[in-house]
């Protein structure tokens, strides 16, 4: 039982000392679990990560779910679930509790403005790192770059980038295969 609730205070740790999203805790998870526990290798985290992210929902929670279950199976999946969402849930009742009596003053309407810069930023920053775990290089920074490109700028479905790179990925996988014979 010591080791399902270890699983639930490294994600509650995590859920409740991030801001900025799932992306955002992306890092700390991969410190977590492959640096300090070393729960998963740094390969099983890319691919877990590349699972959660294709997966519908919050990709932390995805990634609590995956790490949870390589760890300790459903049980452990509930528990790094549970980890990582009650401290969100609590921060937002607590905000839906205290600022609904706030909501039209000024300052703070201010307050959220000012915090949005900060918020682009925490996201900005593990993708980064990520970035470079995933062998993203100079020489093929393009790739991330169209894909950004093609989803906000051309408002193409994210799915069908999924689908071509799936597709892609298998060709690549198969064009391997027959020159390794």
């Known amino acids: 039982m010591k080791r399902y609730w270890e699983l639930f205070v490294v994600f509650f740790k995590i859920g409740a000392f991030t801001f900025g999203g799932g992306y955002a805790m992306i890092p700390l ?42 760890r300790l199976g459903f049980k452990g999946s509930l528990f790094s679930a ?44 593990p993708l980064l790192g990520l970035g470079k775990s995933a062998g993203v290089t100079r020489k093929n920074i393009w790739i991330p770059a169209a894909v950004a490109i093609c989803v906000w700028l051309l408002h193409i479905s ?9 597709a892609l990925g298998l060709l690549h996988f198969a064009r391997i295969k027959r020159t390794l014979r």
Request: charged share 15%.
């Open 29 to 70: 998870i991969r410190n977590e679990v492959v640096s300090k526990k070393t729960w998963l290798d740094d390969n099983e985290f890319m691919d877990m990560l590349a699972i959660a992210q294709s997966m519908p929902g919050p990709i932390s929670l995805n990634t609590a779910l995956f790490v949870g279950n390589k």
């Open 82 to 125: 549970a980890g990582i969402i009650l401290p969100s849930f609590i921060v937002i009742l607590f905000l839906a509790i205290v600022f609904t009596q706030f909501k039209e003053n000024p300052y703070i309407e201010r307050i959220f403005k000012g915090i949005r810069p900060a918020v682009v930023a925490l996201i900005a920053a």
């Open 158 to 166: 994210p799915i069908y980038i999924v689908m071509v790179c799936i």
